[in-house]
Protein backbone atom coordinates (compact mmCIF):
# COMPACT_ATOMS: atom_id res chain seq x y z
CA UNK A 1 0.00 0.00 0.00
CA UNK A 2 1.09 3.18 -1.00
CA UNK A 3 0.85 6.55 1.02
CA UNK A 4 -1.72 7.12 -1.46
CA UNK A 5 -3.98 5.09 -0.06
CA UNK A 6 -4.79 7.66 2.59
CA UNK A 7 -5.72 4.67 5.24
CA UNK A 8 -7.16 4.36 8.67
CA UNK A 9 -6.70 6.82 10.47
CA UNK A 10 -5.00 9.45 8.68
CA UNK A 11 -3.29 10.81 5.25
CA UNK A 12 -0.83 12.85 6.12
CA UNK A 13 1.87 9.96 4.81
CA UNK A 14 3.27 11.63 1.68
CA UNK A 15 2.09 12.98 -2.11
CA UNK A 16 -0.50 11.29 -4.57
CA UNK A 17 0.25 8.97 -7.00
CA UNK A 18 1.60 10.99 -9.55
CA UNK A 19 4.58 12.42 -7.68
CA UNK A 20 5.20 8.84 -6.10
CA UNK A 21 5.78 7.13 -9.32
CA UNK A 22 8.00 9.98 -10.95
CA UNK A 23 9.78 9.50 -7.79
CA UNK A 24 9.81 5.67 -7.78
CA UNK A 25 10.74 6.26 -11.63
CA UNK A 26 13.78 8.25 -10.78
CA UNK A 27 14.93 6.43 -7.58
CA UNK A 28 15.06 3.20 -10.05
CA UNK A 29 17.51 4.63 -12.62
CA UNK A 30 20.13 5.51 -10.07
CA UNK A 31 19.56 2.65 -7.38
CA UNK A 32 22.26 0.57 -9.82
CA UNK A 33 25.17 3.13 -9.65
CA UNK A 34 24.81 3.73 -6.10
CA UNK A 35 23.79 0.59 -4.54
CA UNK A 36 27.85 -0.17 -4.07
CA UNK A 37 28.02 3.12 -1.68
CA UNK A 38 25.69 1.74 0.75
CA UNK A 39 21.88 3.33 -1.16
CA UNK A 40 19.21 0.77 -0.76
CA UNK A 41 16.24 1.44 -3.16
CA UNK A 42 13.19 1.83 -2.20
CA UNK A 43 10.77 -0.94 -2.58
CA UNK A 44 9.15 -0.93 -5.61
CA UNK A 45 5.71 0.21 -6.09
CA UNK A 46 2.71 -1.39 -8.27
CA UNK A 47 1.87 1.17 -10.76
CA UNK A 48 -1.72 -0.80 -10.87
CA UNK A 49 -1.58 0.13 -6.68
CA UNK A 50 -0.36 3.96 -7.87
CA UNK A 51 -4.10 3.88 -9.83
CA UNK A 52 -6.08 2.43 -7.83
CA UNK A 53 -5.62 2.27 -4.01
CA UNK A 54 -6.53 -0.83 -2.00
CA UNK A 55 -8.88 -0.16 0.64
CA UNK A 56 -6.74 -1.38 3.62
CA UNK A 57 -7.91 -4.20 5.56
CA UNK A 58 -9.79 -3.67 8.37
CA UNK A 59 -8.32 -4.07 12.30
CA UNK A 60 -10.20 -6.16 14.57
CA UNK A 61 -8.86 -4.83 17.44
CA UNK A 62 -12.93 -3.40 18.78
CA UNK A 63 -14.51 -6.84 17.81
CA UNK A 64 -11.52 -8.68 19.89
CA UNK A 65 -12.38 -6.06 22.50
CA UNK A 66 -15.91 -7.17 22.83
CA UNK A 67 -14.97 -10.76 23.29
CA UNK A 68 -15.47 -11.98 19.82
CA UNK A 69 -13.43 -14.61 17.86
CA UNK A 70 -11.15 -14.06 15.28
CA UNK A 71 -14.05 -14.95 12.58
CA UNK A 72 -16.55 -12.58 14.51
CA UNK A 73 -14.35 -10.03 14.86
CA UNK A 74 -13.23 -10.03 11.23
CA UNK A 75 -16.54 -10.08 9.96
CA UNK A 76 -17.57 -7.14 12.34
CA UNK A 77 -14.64 -5.16 10.85
CA UNK A 78 -15.65 -5.75 7.41
CA UNK A 79 -18.99 -4.27 8.45
CA UNK A 80 -17.63 -1.20 9.77
CA UNK A 81 -17.97 0.33 6.11
CA UNK A 82 -21.03 0.21 6.19
CA UNK A 83 -22.43 -0.17 10.28
CA UNK A 84 -20.22 3.23 10.66
CA UNK A 85 -21.84 5.04 8.43
CA UNK A 86 -25.59 3.80 8.98
CA UNK A 87 -25.00 4.38 12.93
CA UNK A 88 -23.97 8.19 12.18
CA UNK A 89 -26.78 8.63 9.70
CA UNK A 90 -29.45 7.14 12.18
CA UNK A 91 -28.03 9.54 14.55
CA UNK A 92 -28.72 12.71 12.20
CA UNK A 93 -32.00 11.72 11.58
CA UNK A 94 -33.39 10.80 15.10
CA UNK A 95 -32.51 14.79 15.54
CA UNK A 96 -33.85 16.11 12.71
CA UNK A 97 -37.19 14.42 12.74
CA UNK A 98 -37.49 15.29 16.64
CA UNK A 99 -40.32 17.57 16.34
CA UNK A 100 -39.83 18.60 12.85
CA UNK A 101 -43.33 20.27 13.03
CA UNK A 102 -42.24 22.71 14.87
CA UNK A 103 -42.48 25.76 14.36
CA UNK A 104 -45.57 25.29 13.08
CA UNK A 105 -46.38 27.74 10.45
CA UNK A 106 -44.98 28.90 6.91
CA UNK A 107 -41.17 29.78 8.26
CA UNK A 108 -39.33 32.00 5.60
CA UNK A 109 -39.28 31.33 2.00
CA UNK A 110 -41.44 28.11 3.42
CA UNK A 111 -44.87 30.70 2.38
CA UNK A 112 -43.38 30.00 -1.07
CA UNK A 113 -42.10 26.70 -1.51
CA UNK A 114 -44.65 24.73 0.41
CA UNK A 115 -47.09 26.95 -0.97
CA UNK A 116 -45.65 25.82 -5.05
CA UNK A 117 -45.28 22.05 -4.31
CA UNK A 118 -49.45 21.87 -3.23
CA UNK A 119 -49.79 23.96 -6.33
CA UNK A 120 -47.31 21.08 -8.09
CA UNK A 121 -49.21 17.97 -6.80
CA UNK A 122 -52.95 19.58 -7.31
CA UNK A 123 -52.51 21.45 -11.06
CA UNK A 124 -48.82 20.06 -12.23
CA UNK A 125 -47.57 23.54 -12.10
CA UNK A 126 -47.36 26.29 -9.69
CA UNK A 127 -50.99 28.10 -9.56
CA UNK A 128 -51.40 31.77 -8.07
CA UNK A 129 -51.89 32.15 -3.83
CA UNK A 130 -53.29 35.20 -2.36
CA UNK A 131 -50.97 37.44 -0.83
CA UNK A 132 -48.92 35.69 2.67
CA UNK A 133 -50.50 37.47 4.93
CA UNK A 134 -54.12 36.08 3.61
CA UNK A 135 -53.41 32.63 2.34
CA UNK A 136 -50.90 31.35 5.86
CA UNK A 137 -53.15 32.08 7.92
CA UNK A 138 -56.15 30.23 6.01
CA UNK A 139 -53.56 27.12 5.14
CA UNK A 140 -52.68 26.89 9.15
CA UNK A 141 -56.41 27.36 10.32
CA UNK A 142 -58.82 24.27 11.11
CA UNK A 143 -60.46 23.66 9.53
CA UNK A 144 -58.01 23.83 6.57
CA UNK A 145 -59.18 26.51 3.31
CA UNK A 146 -56.45 26.07 0.58
CA UNK A 147 -56.96 29.26 -1.68
CA UNK A 148 -55.39 28.03 -4.62
CA UNK A 149 -55.91 29.25 -8.48
CA UNK A 150 -55.26 27.70 -11.54
CA UNK A 151 -54.17 30.92 -12.85
CA UNK A 152 -50.31 30.05 -13.63
CA UNK A 153 -48.09 32.14 -11.48
CA UNK A 154 -44.41 33.20 -12.38
CA UNK A 155 -41.99 31.62 -10.09
CA UNK A 156 -38.05 32.36 -10.11
CA UNK A 157 -36.41 28.22 -9.72
CA UNK A 158 -36.87 25.71 -11.16
CA UNK A 159 -39.57 22.77 -10.22
CA UNK A 160 -37.96 19.95 -8.62
CA UNK A 161 -37.39 20.80 -5.32
CA UNK A 162 -40.82 22.01 -5.31
CA UNK A 163 -41.50 18.66 -6.35
CA UNK A 164 -39.86 16.85 -3.61
CA UNK A 165 -41.63 18.42 -1.14
CA UNK A 166 -44.63 17.60 -2.30
CA UNK A 167 -43.69 14.16 -1.99
CA UNK A 168 -43.75 14.52 2.11
CA UNK A 169 -46.93 16.58 1.35
CA UNK A 170 -48.41 13.51 -0.83
CA UNK A 171 -47.63 11.25 1.72
CA UNK A 172 -48.37 13.17 5.64
CA UNK A 173 -50.93 16.28 4.40
CA UNK A 174 -50.58 20.24 3.57
CA UNK A 175 -49.21 20.73 7.05
CA UNK A 176 -45.53 21.43 8.77
CA UNK A 177 -44.50 18.07 9.34
CA UNK A 178 -45.85 17.24 5.85
CA UNK A 179 -43.67 19.81 4.26
CA UNK A 180 -40.46 19.60 5.88
CA UNK A 181 -40.60 15.46 5.52
CA UNK A 182 -38.77 14.81 2.62
CA UNK A 183 -35.91 17.45 3.21
CA UNK A 184 -35.18 15.92 6.87
CA UNK A 185 -34.94 12.83 4.86
CA UNK A 186 -32.53 14.15 2.33
CA UNK A 187 -30.49 15.74 4.88
CA UNK A 188 -29.95 12.50 6.18
CA UNK A 189 -29.23 10.26 3.53
CA UNK A 190 -26.90 13.05 2.92
CA UNK A 191 -24.90 12.32 6.13
CA UNK A 192 -24.58 8.60 4.76
CA UNK A 193 -23.93 9.76 1.38
CA UNK A 194 -21.34 11.72 3.29
CA UNK A 195 -19.62 8.79 5.15
CA UNK A 196 -19.38 6.68 2.26
CA UNK A 197 -17.99 9.57 0.16
CA UNK A 198 -15.64 10.56 2.58
CA UNK A 199 -14.31 6.80 3.03
CA UNK A 200 -13.61 6.14 -0.49
CA UNK A 201 -12.02 9.58 -0.99
CA UNK A 202 -9.71 9.05 1.71
CA UNK A 203 -9.72 5.19 2.22
CA UNK A 204 -10.44 5.42 5.55
CA UNK A 205 -13.79 4.89 7.17
CA UNK A 206 -12.91 6.13 10.22
CA UNK A 207 -11.96 9.54 8.82
CA UNK A 208 -15.39 9.27 6.08
CA UNK A 209 -18.00 8.74 9.44
CA UNK A 210 -16.02 11.80 10.94
CA UNK A 211 -17.01 14.47 7.95
CA UNK A 212 -20.53 13.00 8.50
CA UNK A 213 -20.33 13.06 11.98
CA UNK A 214 -19.54 16.45 11.86
CA UNK A 215 -22.38 17.62 9.13
CA UNK A 216 -24.81 15.66 10.87
CA UNK A 217 -23.85 18.38 13.68
CA UNK A 218 -23.06 21.39 11.38
CA UNK A 219 -26.11 24.21 12.53
CA UNK A 220 -26.66 25.67 9.15
CA UNK A 221 -27.38 21.63 7.57
CA UNK A 222 -29.32 20.35 10.64
CA UNK A 223 -31.56 24.04 9.98
CA UNK A 224 -31.97 23.27 6.61
CA UNK A 225 -32.57 20.13 6.84
CA UNK A 226 -36.06 20.90 8.48
CA UNK A 227 -36.95 23.32 6.59
CA UNK A 228 -38.77 23.39 3.08
CA UNK A 229 -36.33 25.39 1.53
CA UNK A 230 -34.82 24.87 -2.15
CA UNK A 231 -31.22 25.01 -0.87
CA UNK A 232 -30.69 21.75 0.89
CA UNK A 233 -32.06 19.33 -2.10
CA UNK A 234 -29.54 21.05 -4.70
CA UNK A 235 -26.78 20.20 -1.68
CA UNK A 236 -27.95 16.28 -1.69
CA UNK A 237 -27.91 16.30 -5.81
CA UNK A 238 -24.52 17.93 -5.91
CA UNK A 239 -23.24 15.55 -3.07
CA UNK A 240 -24.63 12.56 -5.31
CA UNK A 241 -23.11 13.69 -7.98
CA UNK A 242 -19.10 13.95 -6.42
CA UNK A 243 -19.66 10.39 -4.66
CA UNK A 244 -20.63 9.21 -8.23
CA UNK A 245 -17.66 10.98 -9.72
CA UNK A 246 -15.32 9.36 -7.00
CA UNK A 247 -16.74 5.76 -8.14
CA UNK A 248 -16.22 7.01 -11.85
CA UNK A 249 -12.53 7.55 -10.97
CA UNK A 250 -11.73 4.63 -9.21
CA UNK A 251 -13.36 2.17 -12.21
CA UNK A 252 -11.74 4.37 -14.98
CA UNK A 253 -8.19 3.99 -13.41
CA UNK A 254 -8.84 0.16 -12.50
CA UNK A 255 -9.54 -0.30 -16.43
CA UNK A 256 -5.99 1.66 -17.13
CA UNK A 257 -4.26 -0.52 -14.25
CA UNK A 258 -5.52 -3.79 -16.19
CA UNK A 259 -4.78 -2.84 -19.26
CA UNK A 260 -1.18 -1.96 -18.14
CA UNK A 261 1.38 -5.05 -19.46
CA UNK A 262 2.98 -6.97 -16.06
CA UNK A 263 6.66 -8.06 -16.05
CA UNK A 264 7.76 -11.72 -15.16
CA UNK A 265 8.34 -10.85 -11.38
CA UNK A 266 4.32 -10.07 -11.20
CA UNK A 267 4.68 -6.07 -11.23
CA UNK A 268 2.86 -3.68 -13.57
CA UNK A 269 5.04 -0.35 -14.24
CA UNK A 270 3.93 2.75 -16.56
CA UNK A 271 3.44 2.06 -20.06
CA UNK A 272 3.36 4.91 -22.93
CA UNK A 273 0.98 2.88 -25.16
CA UNK A 274 -1.22 1.96 -22.63
CA UNK A 275 -1.55 5.48 -21.00
CA UNK A 276 -1.84 7.10 -24.46
CA UNK A 277 -4.11 4.46 -26.24
CA UNK A 278 -6.41 2.38 -23.93
CA UNK A 279 -9.57 3.80 -23.16
CA UNK A 280 -11.48 3.86 -19.87
CA UNK A 281 -14.75 2.02 -21.00
CA UNK A 282 -18.12 3.02 -21.18
CA UNK A 283 -18.68 5.13 -17.59
CA UNK A 284 -22.07 4.91 -16.47
CA UNK A 285 -21.47 6.92 -13.03
CA UNK A 286 -20.03 9.54 -15.04
CA UNK A 287 -23.71 9.20 -17.00
CA UNK A 288 -25.05 9.49 -13.54
CA UNK A 289 -23.34 12.70 -11.81
CA UNK A 290 -24.60 14.37 -15.63
CA UNK A 291 -27.86 13.56 -14.31
CA UNK A 292 -27.28 14.46 -10.67
CA UNK A 293 -26.18 17.77 -11.81
CA UNK A 294 -28.87 18.37 -14.10
CA UNK A 295 -31.39 17.74 -11.20
CA UNK A 296 -29.45 20.25 -9.11
CA UNK A 297 -29.83 22.76 -11.53
CA UNK A 298 -33.28 21.81 -11.61
CA UNK A 299 -33.97 22.94 -8.12
CA UNK A 300 -31.62 26.08 -8.10
CA UNK A 301 -29.49 27.40 -11.00
CA UNK A 302 -26.69 27.71 -8.70
CA UNK A 303 -26.15 23.63 -9.39
CA UNK A 304 -24.95 24.86 -13.10
CA UNK A 305 -21.67 26.20 -11.71
CA UNK A 306 -21.19 22.65 -10.26
CA UNK A 307 -21.88 21.37 -13.94
CA UNK A 308 -18.75 23.39 -14.86
CA UNK A 309 -16.16 23.17 -12.77
CA UNK A 310 -16.97 19.10 -11.60
CA UNK A 311 -16.55 18.93 -15.47
CA UNK A 312 -13.08 20.44 -15.57
CA UNK A 313 -12.28 18.77 -12.31
CA UNK A 314 -12.85 15.01 -13.76
CA UNK A 315 -10.79 16.13 -17.07
CA UNK A 316 -7.99 16.73 -14.68
CA UNK A 317 -8.16 13.97 -12.99
CA UNK A 318 -8.18 11.87 -16.27
CA UNK A 319 -4.97 13.87 -16.75
CA UNK A 320 -3.57 12.40 -13.61
CA UNK A 321 -4.90 8.71 -14.50
CA UNK A 322 -2.97 8.70 -18.28
CA UNK A 323 0.32 10.14 -16.48
CA UNK A 324 0.47 7.29 -13.83
CA UNK A 325 -0.26 5.09 -16.24
CA UNK A 326 2.74 6.09 -18.25
CA UNK A 327 1.60 8.97 -21.08
CA UNK A 328 3.74 11.02 -22.07
CA UNK A 329 1.75 13.21 -23.39
CA UNK A 330 -1.45 13.23 -20.83
CA UNK A 331 -3.39 16.29 -21.87
CA UNK A 332 -3.04 15.09 -25.50
CA UNK A 333 -4.31 11.90 -24.92
CA UNK A 334 -7.27 13.40 -22.41
CA UNK A 335 -8.21 15.35 -25.31
CA UNK A 336 -7.75 12.60 -27.93
CA UNK A 337 -9.96 9.49 -25.81
CA UNK A 338 -12.01 11.16 -22.95
CA UNK A 339 -12.80 14.79 -23.32
CA UNK A 340 -15.22 14.65 -26.30
CA UNK A 341 -16.96 11.55 -24.12
CA UNK A 342 -16.85 13.17 -20.97
CA UNK A 343 -18.62 15.76 -22.29
CA UNK A 344 -21.20 13.99 -24.29
CA UNK A 345 -21.61 11.80 -21.03
CA UNK A 346 -22.32 14.67 -18.91
CA UNK A 347 -24.02 17.46 -20.64
CA UNK A 348 -26.55 16.12 -22.50
CA UNK A 349 -27.94 13.51 -19.72
CA UNK A 350 -28.08 17.16 -17.38
CA UNK A 351 -30.09 18.74 -20.10
CA UNK A 352 -32.27 15.81 -19.93
CA UNK A 353 -33.10 15.49 -16.65
CA UNK A 354 -33.78 19.53 -15.89
CA UNK A 355 -36.21 18.96 -18.83
CA UNK A 356 -37.77 15.60 -17.36
CA UNK A 357 -38.19 17.94 -14.93
CA UNK A 358 -40.51 20.30 -16.31
CA UNK A 359 -42.85 17.54 -17.57
CA UNK A 360 -46.08 18.99 -15.44
CA UNK A 361 -45.85 22.11 -16.89
CA UNK A 362 -44.95 20.46 -20.74
CA UNK A 363 -48.33 18.82 -20.39
CA UNK A 364 -50.35 21.47 -19.01
CA UNK A 365 -52.49 24.44 -20.56
CA UNK A 366 -52.46 26.81 -17.70
CA UNK A 367 -48.73 27.00 -16.85
CA UNK A 368 -47.37 30.33 -16.68
CA UNK A 369 -45.84 30.64 -20.50
CA UNK A 370 -46.78 28.10 -21.43
CA UNK A 371 -48.00 29.02 -24.77
CA UNK A 372 -46.14 32.37 -25.19
CA UNK A 373 -44.21 31.06 -28.44
CA UNK A 374 -47.97 29.19 -30.27
CA UNK A 375 -48.37 31.39 -33.49
CA UNK A 376 -44.75 32.96 -33.39
CA UNK A 377 -42.54 32.78 -36.08
CA UNK A 378 -38.53 33.31 -36.92
CA UNK A 379 -35.73 31.94 -36.97
CA UNK A 380 -36.55 29.67 -34.54
CA UNK A 381 -39.32 28.57 -35.08
CA UNK A 382 -38.43 24.94 -36.58
CA UNK A 383 -37.82 24.31 -32.17
CA UNK A 384 -40.77 22.82 -31.05
CA UNK A 385 -43.10 25.56 -29.66
CA UNK A 386 -43.56 24.01 -25.76
CA UNK A 387 -39.17 24.50 -26.13
CA UNK A 388 -39.53 27.72 -26.92
CA UNK A 389 -42.04 29.29 -24.68
CA UNK A 390 -39.50 27.36 -21.97
CA UNK A 391 -36.61 29.13 -22.95
CA UNK A 392 -38.72 32.81 -23.08
CA UNK A 393 -40.01 32.09 -19.51
CA UNK A 394 -36.61 31.34 -18.18
CA UNK A 395 -34.86 34.41 -19.58
CA UNK A 396 -37.38 35.92 -17.36
CA UNK A 397 -36.34 34.16 -14.69
CA UNK A 398 -32.98 34.71 -15.42
CA UNK A 399 -33.43 38.49 -15.70
CA UNK A 400 -35.48 38.37 -12.10
CA UNK A 401 -32.79 36.57 -10.56
CA UNK A 402 -29.55 38.87 -11.54
CA UNK A 403 -31.76 42.23 -10.91
CA UNK A 404 -32.84 41.09 -6.99
CA UNK A 405 -31.63 44.28 -5.42
CA UNK A 406 -34.20 44.99 -3.13
CA UNK A 407 -32.55 45.53 0.93
CA UNK A 408 -33.21 42.37 3.39
CA UNK A 409 -32.23 42.88 6.62
CA UNK A 410 -30.36 39.33 6.61
CA UNK A 411 -28.47 39.60 3.33
CA UNK A 412 -24.77 38.77 3.31
CA UNK A 413 -22.00 38.77 1.13
CA UNK A 414 -19.88 35.66 0.27
CA UNK A 415 -16.79 37.13 1.82
CA UNK A 416 -18.53 36.66 5.61
CA UNK A 417 -20.10 33.24 4.40
CA UNK A 418 -17.09 30.83 6.03
CA UNK A 419 -16.81 32.16 9.42
CA UNK A 420 -20.74 32.94 9.68
CA UNK A 421 -20.48 36.95 9.81
CA UNK A 422 -24.20 37.14 8.62
CA UNK A 423 -26.80 34.41 9.83
CA UNK A 424 -30.65 34.48 8.84
CA UNK A 425 -33.05 33.94 11.16
CA UNK A 426 -35.93 32.04 9.92
CA UNK A 427 -38.41 32.23 13.19
CA UNK A 428 -38.33 35.13 15.75
CA UNK A 429 -41.26 35.50 18.98
CA UNK A 430 -41.05 36.72 21.90
CA UNK A 431 -43.87 36.82 24.79
CA UNK A 432 -44.03 37.27 28.21
CA UNK A 433 -46.56 34.96 28.75
CA UNK A 434 -45.53 32.20 26.74
CA UNK A 435 -46.04 28.63 28.15
CA UNK A 436 -43.36 27.27 30.50
CA UNK A 437 -41.60 30.91 30.42
CA UNK A 438 -40.73 31.39 34.03
CA UNK A 439 -38.51 34.70 34.09
CA UNK A 440 -39.86 38.54 34.33
CA UNK A 441 -36.82 39.11 31.13
CA UNK A 442 -39.35 37.09 29.30
CA UNK A 443 -38.81 34.52 26.45
CA UNK A 444 -38.30 34.17 22.88
CA UNK A 445 -38.38 31.19 20.30
CA UNK A 446 -35.20 31.50 17.83
CA UNK A 447 -34.44 29.32 14.71
CA UNK A 448 -31.38 30.89 13.39
CA UNK A 449 -29.65 29.80 9.94
CA UNK A 450 -26.00 29.59 12.10
CA UNK A 451 -23.63 26.95 10.99
CA UNK A 452 -21.66 25.47 13.78
CA UNK A 453 -19.40 28.30 14.77
CA UNK A 454 -16.61 26.10 15.99
CA UNK A 455 -17.00 24.05 13.08
CA UNK A 456 -16.97 26.58 10.37
CA UNK A 457 -13.50 28.47 12.13
CA UNK A 458 -11.66 25.12 11.92
CA UNK A 459 -13.08 24.62 8.38
CA UNK A 460 -11.10 27.89 7.30
CA UNK A 461 -8.26 26.69 9.22
CA UNK A 462 -8.69 23.35 6.86
CA UNK A 463 -9.08 24.52 3.81
CA UNK A 464 -5.80 26.35 4.25
CA UNK A 465 -4.23 23.24 5.06
CA UNK A 466 -5.86 21.60 1.81
CA UNK A 467 -4.29 24.98 -0.10
CA UNK A 468 -1.19 23.77 0.78
CA UNK A 469 -2.00 20.10 0.23
CA UNK A 470 -2.81 20.66 -3.36
CA UNK A 471 -0.43 24.04 -4.11
CA UNK A 472 2.45 22.05 -2.82
CA UNK A 473 1.97 18.49 -2.80
CA UNK A 474 -0.20 17.81 -5.47
CA UNK A 475 -2.78 16.12 -3.50
CA UNK A 476 -5.81 15.40 -5.55
CA UNK A 477 -7.92 14.83 -2.56
CA UNK A 478 -7.38 18.12 -1.39
CA UNK A 479 -8.00 19.63 -5.22
CA UNK A 480 -11.51 18.08 -5.30
CA UNK A 481 -12.21 19.27 -2.18
CA UNK A 482 -11.24 22.41 -3.24
CA UNK A 483 -13.20 22.32 -6.31
CA UNK A 484 -16.63 21.58 -4.68
CA UNK A 485 -16.41 24.63 -1.87
CA UNK A 486 -15.02 27.26 -5.02
CA UNK A 487 -17.90 25.60 -6.93
CA UNK A 488 -20.39 26.63 -4.21
CA UNK A 489 -19.42 29.97 -3.10
CA UNK A 490 -16.88 32.07 -5.95
CA UNK A 491 -19.47 32.00 -8.43
CA UNK A 492 -21.59 34.35 -5.55
CA UNK A 493 -18.99 37.34 -6.38
CA UNK A 494 -20.08 38.19 -9.53
CA UNK A 495 -23.45 38.62 -7.73
CA UNK A 496 -22.91 40.59 -4.94
CA UNK A 497 -25.21 43.48 -5.24
CA UNK A 498 -27.66 40.89 -5.57
CA UNK A 499 -30.20 39.95 -2.56
CA UNK A 500 -28.15 36.98 -1.18
CA UNK A 501 -27.99 35.30 2.43
CA UNK A 502 -25.92 33.10 4.10
CA UNK A 503 -27.71 30.12 3.79
CA UNK A 504 -26.67 29.04 0.28
CA UNK A 505 -23.39 28.23 1.95
CA UNK A 506 -25.05 25.15 3.10
CA UNK A 507 -24.22 23.51 -0.77
CA UNK A 508 -20.68 23.10 -0.10
CA UNK A 509 -20.88 22.25 3.92
CA UNK A 510 -20.19 18.45 3.43
CA UNK A 511 -16.82 19.79 1.55
CA UNK A 512 -16.09 21.90 4.68
CA UNK A 513 -16.88 18.69 6.54
CA UNK A 514 -14.35 16.59 4.56
CA UNK A 515 -11.58 19.44 4.70
CA UNK A 516 -11.55 19.39 8.57
CA UNK A 517 -11.68 15.37 8.60
CA UNK A 518 -8.94 15.20 6.22
CA UNK A 519 -7.14 17.93 8.35
CA UNK A 520 -7.75 15.67 11.59
CA UNK A 521 -6.12 12.72 9.84
CA UNK A 522 -2.69 14.74 8.96
CA UNK A 523 -2.66 15.54 12.60
CA UNK A 524 -3.40 12.12 13.98
CA UNK A 525 -0.34 10.74 11.48
CA UNK A 526 0.57 8.26 9.00
CA UNK A 527 -0.78 4.47 9.60
CA UNK A 528 2.29 3.15 11.58
CA UNK A 529 2.88 6.70 14.03
CA UNK A 530 3.44 5.89 17.21
CA UNK A 531 4.36 7.68 20.18
CA UNK A 532 4.62 11.35 21.22
CA UNK A 533 3.15 12.06 17.78
CA UNK A 534 0.00 9.93 17.75
CA UNK A 535 -0.87 10.90 21.17
CA UNK A 536 -0.79 14.42 20.46
CA UNK A 537 -2.67 14.55 17.18
CA UNK A 538 -5.44 12.21 18.83
CA UNK A 539 -5.85 14.09 21.73
CA UNK A 540 -5.96 17.68 20.16
CA UNK A 541 -8.58 15.93 17.47
CA UNK A 542 -10.46 14.62 20.12
CA UNK A 543 -10.72 17.81 22.11
CA UNK A 544 -11.45 19.83 18.84
CA UNK A 545 -14.71 16.97 17.66
CA UNK A 546 -15.83 17.37 21.83
CA UNK A 547 -15.98 21.12 21.19
CA UNK A 548 -18.02 21.14 18.09
CA UNK A 549 -20.00 18.57 19.44
CA UNK A 550 -20.73 21.20 23.02
CA UNK A 551 -21.45 24.40 20.62
CA UNK A 552 -23.75 22.09 18.21
CA UNK A 553 -25.95 21.35 21.77
CA UNK A 554 -25.40 24.62 23.58
CA UNK A 555 -27.16 26.52 20.17
CA UNK A 556 -29.47 23.49 19.46
CA UNK A 557 -32.37 25.60 21.34
CA UNK A 558 -31.97 28.59 18.63
CA UNK A 559 -31.51 25.73 16.24
CA UNK A 560 -35.14 24.48 17.09
CA UNK A 561 -37.24 27.37 18.06
CA UNK A 562 -37.29 25.84 21.49
CA UNK A 563 -38.95 28.62 24.36
CA UNK A 564 -35.92 29.91 26.38
CA UNK A 565 -35.23 33.10 28.25
CA UNK A 566 -34.34 36.28 26.74
CA UNK A 567 -31.62 36.43 28.34
CA UNK A 568 -30.58 32.75 27.41
CA UNK A 569 -30.77 33.67 23.77
CA UNK A 570 -28.86 37.15 23.88
CA UNK A 571 -26.29 35.51 25.31
CA UNK A 572 -25.75 33.47 22.28
CA UNK A 573 -25.42 36.07 19.76
CA UNK A 574 -21.55 35.87 20.18
CA UNK A 575 -21.62 38.65 17.19
CA UNK A 576 -23.62 41.72 16.79
CA UNK A 577 -24.10 40.83 13.53
CA UNK A 578 -26.34 37.63 14.27
CA UNK A 579 -28.86 39.43 16.04
Not at 168 to 192: I, K
Not at 367 to 377: C, I, L, P, Q
Not at 478 to 485: N, P
Request: glycine fraction near 10%.
Amino acid sequence: MTSDTASEPALEAGSDAETDARTTSESGSWAARLRRFGFVAPARTDTRDLLVPPFPEPGTRFGEALGLGPVAAHRLARATGWLGPLLVAALAGAIRFWQLGRPRGLVFDETYYAKDAWSLLRLGYEGTWPDRKVADPQVLADPQVIPLSDAGAFVAHPPLGKWVIAVGEWMFGFDPFGWRFMVALLGTLSVLMLCRTGRRLFRSTTLGCLAGLLMALDGLHFVMSRMALLDLVVMFFVLAAFGALLVDRDRARARLAAALPVGEDGFAGPDAYTGERAGMGVRPWRVAAGLFLGLAAACKWNGLYFLAFFMVMTLLWDVGSRRVAGAHEPYRAVLRKDAGWSVLSVVPVAVAGYLATWTGWFLSDGGYGRHWAEGRGGPWSWIPAALRSLWHYESQVYDFNVGLHSWHRYESHPWSWLVQGRPVAYFYETDFAQDGCRTAAGCSEVVLALGTPLLWWSACLALLYLLFRWAMRRDWRAGAVLCAVAAGQLPWFQYQDRTIFAFYAVVFVPYLCLAVAMAAGALVGPPGTVGRRRTLGTVTVGAVVLLIVWNFVYFFPIYTGQTIPYPEWHSRMWWDTWI
